[in-house]
Nanobody, 124 residues
Framework: QVQLVESGGGLVQAGGSLRLSCVGS????????MGWFRQAPGKDREFVAV????????YYGDSVKGRFTISRDNAKNTVYLQMNSLRPEDTAVYYC?????????????????WGQGTQVTVSS
């Protein structure tokens, strides 16, 4: 059974940092593009970041550029999201996702595997 399991969410004050992790099991994702998305209450799920298999290609949503960093450790089948300078508007459930392709994508329907999500709450 293929699974993606996120961890690292929590409550943090504005200006603080969190590091999310996503561990894959059931198969390796070393040759796959992997991404992070988020969904705030009452809003659509939105793209946050994506990384290709070699870490040479990374893209970010406009609202997180310069504050968030995506990375991966293929030996651990894990992708990370370092979130700095957090704002109340970053409050959302954060989802890890993996593509069946090595090509990066910011589109929700481009992803084949999804985690259950981890809650991030930023207080003002």
């Amino acid at each position: 059974q293929v699974q993606l399991v996120e961890s690292g969410g929590g409550l943090v004050q504005a200006g603080g940092s969190l590091r999310l992790s996503c561990v894959g099991s059931g198969r390796t994702f070393n040759s796959n593009a992997m991404g992070w998305f988020r969904q705030a209450p009452g809003k659509d799920r939105e793209f946050v970041a994506v990384i290709n298999w070699s870490e040479r290609i990374k893209y970010y949503g406009d609202s997180v550029k310069g504050r968030f960093t995506i990375s991966r450790d293929n030996a651990k089948n894990t992708v990370y999201l370092q979130m700095n300078s957090l704002r109340p508007e970053d409050t959302a459930v954060y989802y890890c996702a993996a593509r069946s392709s090595p090509v990066t994508s910011a589109l929700l329907n481009g992803y084949d595997f999804w985690g259950q999500g981890t809650q991030v709450t930023v207080s003002s």
